[in-house]
Nanobody, 121 residues
Framework: VQLQASGGGLVQAGGSLRLSCAAS????????MGWFRQAPGKEREFVAA????????SYADSVKGRFTISRDNAKNTVYLQMNSLTPEDTAVYYC???????????????WGQGTLVTVSS
């Protein structure tokens, strides 16, 4: 599966953004999808993941209650709705695909190119 992330940009603290990740290639609906982020000088960290059916989700504690992951298998797209953004959310955001629901970066075997989110104070 090939992944293309989009939707990043510059937003003020307290604002919202919605990221999209379009998939092509092998059956998108068979994959569990995740979002990760990497801030300058930091390791890539888990943000959220969703089961192929959309009925099971997992979130990092730092984004729980503010971010929502969803997917539309008919459109081969996964979304990350980000609300109440803070400067600490500034990072490059990556979407990724895995064969099961996991928070571990090394279990994801397909990655998008990343989209930059910058939150100003």
């Amino acid at each position: 599966v090939q992944l293309q992330a989009s939707g990043g940009g510059l937003v003020q603290a307290g604002g919202s953004l919605r990221l999209s990740c379009a998939a092509s290639g092998r059956a998108f609906s068979n994959y569990y999808m995740g979002w990760f982020r990497q801030a300058p000088g930091k390791e890539r960290e888990f943000v959220a993941a969703v089961k192929w059916s959309g009925d099971m989700r997992s979130y990092a504690d730092s984004v729980k209650g503010r971010f929502t992951i969803s997917r539309d298998n008919a459109k081969n797209t996964v979304y990350l709705q980000m609300n109440s953004l803070t400067p600490e959310d500034t990072a490059v955001y990556y979407c990724a695909a895995a064969p099961y629901l996991t928070r571990e970066v090394w279990h994801y075997n397909a990655w998008g190119q990343g989209t930059l989110v910058t939150v100003s104070s």
